[in-house]
């Protein structure tokens, strides 16, 4: 085991008083609060710990942050299963238990690992070349096993989430010194100022080393006003500076119920970007070997979790940082065998005491399988110098920075390459976002700082924003490659991408970067492209003659990081996804049996089952009920609007095919809606109640729909109409007696005689009370027997329910849901819009050609329904049905064709039920030309399946409507 | 002579080190004319261009592409394809266009990863039983594979979807089309360019069109960034850019241009064998063969160019996902984008004449043209050789707008295709 | 996610609102042509670039008013009432 724990002052974030054991693919291992899980796993020496994606290749730790490609495992927690955590971010707590994924048995032994044997016959694309014949979908499925990473687990998480907005003057992303920098001078200049950082406590790279000049900067930070938020991370920018961040909760507590992560929607006036820079991995044979890591991250291990990754290093290098690496870990008492540096020696604008520099130099081979034992070098140019081993136990890859300008491409900012330091950097702010720092480009500490403050203190003021003073990081070549050197080099460790595969996209012509990243891909794995990018596109360039500006970068899209689900929905999970409404008297329906059910968002009886009764059987029982004696239904999520004004009545005649102005005060009218196109969207009744005011009944789906249709039209179109639409869903209750002792029953309770039929006729409103309880009740009929739509106040409608029930249970009456009511109302060839009709269906379709070509007035739509196809005698009409046998269900959504001779289809079955009145079954259909078919045979189609049946005339009951009249 | 895509070329690519590979697509450089000009390198364009060559004979073809091929919303889709539709006009086309994904990796010597693991489309109530039913059954009358299912049968075909008593969007049942499947959207748009250009085809890319050279009110040419070009006939196949397209050419379409979001998770071990789709909630997903699920959503409801996408539907999309299958709440999304889809009243498309002689178009496809490219290229290439339209395209035409022939399946299914 | 500035209650979230499309449709007489008609119904400019069009503040205020936004950028450059013409 190489690697060890330092002591301090290395290892700023640990708690050693404090041990933790955690299980890593079922061993228990031991590590300290503060420990993230690779830090942890890092001086437990494990170095394996997972597979890459293609080839199944040894993959350990490579990165200390959330660019980690390769040290990604599953988190197990019960049944609660996390795949593919990036073992970088996820601070080590007691009984966490981790798994390696894309292996099996073992991350040792993994059979995927032949795969590496056939590696030279599965360069990019591949697949694209083969696995044709016979049939892709053969090879699929053991493809599929193979790839993947971790493994989701099916049962419902148990965790909470939830989501909170908020507005700032000025958002600071990056809680580095530049950061923090830009955030002190924007609070002390006013501007109430957010600072979210990713890690536990703001400080960035410094602040881990224990700069004191830090801890100072977040004392001042304080005392400005900054508001702080640890372990938020902003993963994407939207339109108008909305910033979406997630912050991490309850790290180490588990259990059901437990807030886990929060979402924070932050709009701020202007954001700063201050994320810092992800450091470039270096070209070289063997360079995804576990045991590799990225230079930064073996000196952040180091500072942050004293943690040394290695006794004996070796680092190949592209840049001055490699230098300050090497330093800082010698003077923890790591060894540092060479600095391979890939540049000439006049390119090096440092060195490190102590420590053999090979200029134009690198890694030839690196020594081992599973772990590094050492590595042998090459010249990068010149005579050819003798290569060396080196016996090292950890190579640090140092090719350089690339700025983290995500957030700056995702707000819209244009990128320049730097092509001193060979990066790409934002080439000047974006909308609203300014960038600060390493991700702007700026690598000295001083000017970093000074910048940084400059713009924070601009931003809040309302100055101009002084531009970045890029520079500082010294030189780096924009390519690590050596050229002849041979062996498997890789740009995207987790997806095996190797420099090759740039090659033969190249040569193939996938040069594009796009076309690169999609035919190899490069910069697809769950790091983004961080670690890889722009090797990929340096490479790309190289090989086909092209500047790195030239071939560019692909979209930076969000997120920044991996973000859970969970955690975008936030709440909006169970019952809080799309809320359902519910009767106001929902409690009373349930106490009487009510079988609910999903009607579009309300939760509705369907029917009220006896003891032993199915669905069916209740709404069987309740249709009858209705047809004999009486039922009682709530009808409360019909939709209610009221119009006022007095330009009400010309309004609606615009709105409805029917013509409403002529309706006297206290007469009721059924209409249809069109929508422009001459559609049926809705129907209902429209009720007069004063000169300048009616009561309109829509759809219980539509009257949202149809209540903005009516303001859209007032507001946008009709702008002289003065008129008011008021919706009242919410305030009127709906109660429906209906049947032929519909009056018997309501008169025993002392209903008023008004309200009798011989006082108030079919299709009129009356105004009045019941009691205390004011009502408006309606004379209309969806049943074809005589009803009464009793309107009231929400609040009264369980004590009316009450008094309804004992009403009309003497009378063998009784509560009937939707199913009965669907029953009913095909009984008698009544519409249901929405299930009749579809998005196709004008009125004339459904019997309403007369009274159109009886209206004098314009009304929505009606232009639509002059257009050749409104009058092609071949349209679908609605039709009524009956099985040629009289007694097989005609099942809905069958389709029709003619029998003599066959056709294709001419139409569909719309509604069909078994009648309890009839005792045989009835069905609505749309069917070409059916308004002239009556007494046909037809084939009704279903499965494979023919049902002969007769087109026959509607309704199926009482064709001259007197039983409406009671 | 390009390379034959087999086995035994990447078996002897493995011998040599790959060297002996040649462009899939030779870089091309503009002609001062061609018999015929494809605007759009999307699918639609460069299978235009592939059966122009193939079907028609007519190889001085050019592709013009603003940036790379594929790069609109052909690489940018969720890669359905099926024959779902419930009018026989629809039917004709959109079947005709899976029977020729069928036998595309084939013909096109390029696997394009059809994968014809079969589509659930969820009923949430009994309203959507029914119409899932008249859906199915108009299916079979058109000759188009259709069953029902029974909750149980999509509990075994979909696991992990919240079939408790209280789900708050309950799965009643559901109806599949087993052919219906995905197919790899880049390897599309390669496959037909590279067997386009093998017949002779010119595909330029970085080439952006920007206007129309109209002698005697036709259409005799295309200016470009790289100059004009003379061309014979011209296609436009620009997806959300048709309108941009016809301004320039100086009429309008009955188009609007919407971003449509797509999202996918980290890469996972098998989870989702079939492609499933939920018109309730507006879902709809399918893994990847690399694991990745992908998430598609419903428009972002205004006028957009940008291809971004806005963070609400983002989550109301999400939230849609989780609200069917609870347990992906662990699962974290890996990318988030939009393309720009062209949404027509009807959903349908429109492949034939414009109101510009000379200039024909296909477009209109909105959010569900992935499916449609290989009939998309086939008509449109129909009209451009011949002048006259497919008689699969007859329906979809720019004229039915007037006469109110709509083709309107979404209004019919109530569904968004 | 854009913030859009209702004309009555200020900015709010895009969530809250709706989008009518294109503003300043003329809708034609019943005795258009077909073709005219069709033009009203279907046939939009769809520009990339500035678009005149109008909001409802639906889950707000209620209020349709005119925008004009940058389909491209989103930017928003004016608001004004249903009522007004489109501003020069
Ligand atoms: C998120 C999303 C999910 C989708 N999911 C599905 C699905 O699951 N199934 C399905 O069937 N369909 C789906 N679609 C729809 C489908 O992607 C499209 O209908 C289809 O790809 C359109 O192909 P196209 O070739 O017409 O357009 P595109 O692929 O967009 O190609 C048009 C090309 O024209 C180019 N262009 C534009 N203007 C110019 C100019 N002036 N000069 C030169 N070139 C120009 C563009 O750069 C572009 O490359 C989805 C779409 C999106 C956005
Ligand atoms: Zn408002």
Redesign the interface.
């Known amino acids: 085991m190489s690697a060890w724990r330092l002591a301090e002052p290395f290892g700023t974030l640990i708690d050693r008083s404090q041990p933790i054991s955690f299980l890593f693919n079922g061993r228990s291992l031991t590590g300290l609060g503060g420990d993230t899980l690779a830090s942890a796993l890092l001086v437990n020496g494990v170095r394996l710990v997972g597979r890459s994606f293609k080839l199944h290749r040894p993959r350990g730790i490579f990165s200390c942050g959330i660019e980690e490609p390769t040290g990604i495992v599953d988190l197990l927690d019960g049944v609660r299963r996390t795949p593919n955590v990036r073992s970088t971010v996820v601070e080590i707590s007691p009984g966490l238990a981790a798994e390696s994924v894309n292996c099996w048995p073992s991350v040792r032994f993994d059979l995927g690992a032949l795969n590496g044997w056939f590696a030279p016959l599965l360069p990019a694309g591949f697949y694209y070349k083969t696995f044709k014949w016979p049939n892709w979908h053969l090879f699929e499925p053991t493809v599929r096993r193979m790839a993947g990473l971790g493994r989701a687990s099916l049962t419902t998480d148990q965790d909470r989430y939830e989501e909170v907005s908020t507005q700032v003057d000025l958002l600071v992303v990056g809680g580095g010194i530049a950061g923090l920098a830009a955030a002190i001078a924007s609070a002390e200049a006013g501007a109430r100022t957010t600072l979210l950082c990713a890690g536990a406590a703001p400080g960035g790279g410094l602040g881990a080393q224990g700069d004191p000049a830090v801890a100072e900067m977040i004392a001042k930070a304080g005392r400005a006003g900054v508001t702080v938020m640890p372990r938020t991370l902003a993963f994407g920018v939207y339109d108008h500076n909305l910033v979406c961040a997630s912050e991490q909760l309850a790290g180490a507590t588990r259990g059901p119920g437990v807030l886990r992560e929060r979402l924070w929607k932050i709009r701020a006036r202007s954001i700063i970007a201050a994320q810092g820079a992800f450091e470039r991995p270096m070209i070289f044979p063997g360079n995804d070997r576990p045991g590799v890591m990225l230079s930064g991250a073996v000196q952040r291990y180091a500072d942050a979790y004293g943690v040394a990754c290695g006794r004996r290093i070796v680092i190949a290098a592209n840049c001055d940082s490699a230098y300050r690496v090497a330093q800082r870990l010698r003077t923890a008492g790591i060894e540092v065998l060479a600095v391979l540096d890939r540049r000439p020696a006049s390119h090096i604008g440092t060195h490190a005491e102590g420590v053999r520099t090979l200029a134009s130099s690198g890694i030839g081979k690196v020594l081992g399988a599973s772990s590094v034992k050492g590595c042998l070098t090459v010249a990068a140019e010149g005579p050819s110098v003798r290569s060396e081993r080196l016996d090292c136990d950890l190579i640090l890859s140092a090719g350089g920075h690339a700025p983290a300008v995500h957030l700056h491409s995702q707000a819209g900012g244009k990128l320049r390459w730097e092509a001193e330091a060979s990066m790409f950097v934002p080439d000047g702010p974006a909308p609203g976002l300014y960038s600060v720092g390493a991700c702007a480009g700026v690598f000295s500490r001083q000017a970093a700082l000074e910048h940084a403050a400059d713009v924070g203190r601009s931003l809040a003021l309302g100055f101009t924003v002084p531009p970045a003073p890029v520079g500082g990081a010294g030189r780096s070549l924009a390519s690590t490659r050596i050229a002849g050197v041979r062996g498997k080099a890789f740009i995207d460790l987790q997806n095996d991408v190797a420099a090759t595969d740039i090659g033969l996209a190249a040569l193939e012509n996938y040069r594009s970067i796009e076309h690169l990243k999609r035919y190899t891909t490069t910069g697809m794995a769950t790091d983004q492209g961080k670690t890889s990018n722009v090797n990929a596109l340096v490479l790309m360039g190289e090989l086909t003659q092209r500047e790195p500006a030239q071939v560019g970068t692909t979209k930076f899209r969000p997120p920044f990081a991996p973000m859970t689900l969970g955690t975008l929905v936030g709440r909006r999970v169970g019952s809080l996804y799309r809320p359902l409404k519910h009767l106001p008297a929902v409690q009373w329906h349930a106490a009487h049996g009510a079988l609910f059910e999903h009607f579009g968002n309300w939760s509705r009886p369907a029917a009220y089952p006896l003891a032993g009764e199915s669905l069916n059987e209740a709404a069987q029982r309740e249709a009858r009920c209705v047809r004999q004696s009486v039922g009682l239904f709530d009808g409360s999520p019909l939709g209610k609007l009221e119009i006022w004004g007095p330009d009400a009545a010309q309004f609606l005649d615009l709105m409805y095919v029917g013509t409403m102005s002529t309706l006297r005060v206290g007469q009721a009218r059924y209409g249809l809606v069109l929508n422009a196109n001459g559609v049926v969207v809705d129907d209902g009744i429209v009720a007069r109640l004063g000169e300048g005011h009616f009561w309109v009944n829509t759809t219980s789906a539509g009257v949202e729909r149809t209540a903005a249709a009516f303001e859209e039209w007032l507001q946008c179109e009709f702008t002289n109409l003065k008129v008011f639409v008021t919706a009242v869903t919410a305030r009127f209750a709906n109660l429906t007696v209906s049947g032929p002792r519909a009056w018997e029953a309501l008169a025993a309770i002392g209903f008023d005689a008004a309200f009798s039929p011989q006082n108030m006729t079919h299709m009129s409103l009356r105004e009045g009370a019941f009691g205390a309880i004011p009502l408006r009740v309606l004379r209309a009929s969806f049943t074809g027997e005589l009803s009464y739509e009793i309107n009231l106040p929400v609040d009264e409608s369980g004590g009316l329910l009450e008094m309804l029930m004992a009403a009309i249970a003497p009378l063998g009456g009784c509560l009937y849901g939707i199913e009965a009511l669907e029953i009913l109302r095909t009984e008698k060839g009544y519409i249901h819009v929405g299930t009749d009709t579809d998005g196709t269906t004008l009125p004339g379709d459904i019997g309403f050609g007369r009274a159109i070509d009886g209206k004098r007035a314009n009304f929505v739509g009606r232009r639509s329904l002059l257009r050749p196809a409104a009058r092609d005698p071949q349209r679908l009409q609605l039709v009524a049905l009956s099985p040629a046998d009289g007694r097989t269900l005609l099942p809905c959504g069958a389709q029709i064709a003619a029998l003599n001779p066959p056709t294709a289809t001419e139409g569909h079955v719309t509604s069909s039920y078994w009648s309890p009145s009839l005792d045989a079954p009835v069905a609505l259909a749309m069917l070409a030309r059916g308004g002239e078919r009556q007494g046909e045979h037809v084939g009704v189609h279903h499965l494979g399946r023919r049902i002969d049946a007769v087109v026959v005339k509607a309704p199926f009951i009482d064709p001259q409507g007197e039983r409406l009249n009671g | 002579m390009r390379n034959h895509y087999s086995a035994w070329s990447l078996l002897r690519g493995a011998l040599t080190g790959h060297r002996h590979w040649s462009p899939a697509w030779p870089e091309a450089k503009p002609k001062p004319a061609y018999d015929v000009i494809v605007v759009g390198g999307g699918g639609h364009g460069l299978a235009t261009a592939y059966y122009l060559a193939k079907n028609h004979r007519i190889t001085n073809v050019a592709v013009l592409e603003r940036g790379w091929i594929g790069g609109g919303n052909t690489g940018r889709n969720t890669t359905i394809v099926r024959s779902n539709y419930l009018y026989p006009e629809s039917s004709r086309l959109y079947d005709f266009s899976l029977k020729l994904y069928e036998g595309l990796s084939a013909e096109l010597n390029f696997n394009i990863m059809l994968s014809q693991r079969g589509l659930v489309l969820l009923a949430h109530s009994r309203h959507d039983l029914d119409a899932m039913s008249r859906w199915a059954n108009a299916m079979r009358m058109n000759g188009i594979d259709a069953d029902l299912l029974s909750r149980e049968e999509v509990a075994s075909l979909v696991p992990g979807l919240d079939m408790s008593p209280g789900a708050r969007v309950p799965v009643l049942g559901g109806f599949t089309q087993r052919r219906a499947g995905t197919a790899r959207h880049d390897a599309v748009a390669w496959g037909y360019a590279r067997a386009a250009s093998q017949l002779g085809v010119d595909i330029i890319q970085n080439c952006e069109v920007t206007g129309f050279t109209q002698q005697a009110g036709h259409v005799v040419g295309v200016e470009t960034n790289l100059g004009s070009i003379r061309a014979g006939r011209v296609g436009i196949a620009a997806a959300g850019h048709s309108s941009v397209l016809a301004g320039l050419a100086g009429f309008r379409l009955p188009v609007t241009s919407y971003g449509l979001q797509a999202l996918v998770s980290e890469p996972l071990k098998p989870l989702l064998d079939t492609v499933v789709l939920s018109p309730g909630t507006g879902a709809y997903l399918s893994q990847s063969d690399k694991g990745e699920l992908v998430i598609g959503a419903m428009l972002d409801l205004f006028p957009s160019y940008a291809q971004r996408g806005s963070f609400a539907i983002t989550q109301s999309i999400l939230a849609g996902v989780l609200a069917l299958f609870p347990a992906y709440a662990r699962l974290k999304m890996l990318r988030q984008w939009a393309g720009i889809v062209d949404v027509v009243h009807d959903s349908s498309p429109i492949i034939g004449r414009t109101p510009v002689p000379g200039l024909y178009i296909n477009c209109g496809w909105g959010t569900g043209g992935f499916k449609g490219i290989p009939v998309g290229g086939w008509t449109l290439a129909h009209a451009l050789a011949t002048g006259e339209n497919h008689p699969l395209a007859e329906p979809f035409q720019l004229e039915r707008f007037q006469t109110g022939r709509l083709v309107d399946e979404a209004a019919a299914s109530g569904i968004a295709h | ?3 859009i500035p209702c004309i009555v209650c200020g900015l709010r ?3 809250e609102f ?6 300043h449709l003329v ?2 007489a ?1 005795d ?1 042509s ?2 005219d ?3 009203y ?8 670039g500035l ?1 005149h ?4 503040h ?1 889950q707000g205020c ?3 008013f005119n925008l004009v936004r940058h ?4 930017e928003i450059l004016t608001v004004y009432a ?2 007004e013409s489109p501003p020069r």
């Open positions: 996610m854009m913030r979230d895009e969530n709706t989008c009518g499309g294109t503003s809708r034609p019943i258009a077909d073709r008609w069709a033009e119904l279907f046939f939009r400019d769809n520009p990339k678009h069009e109008r909001w409802r639906t209620g209020q349709w389909t491209l950028t989103h249903m009522t």
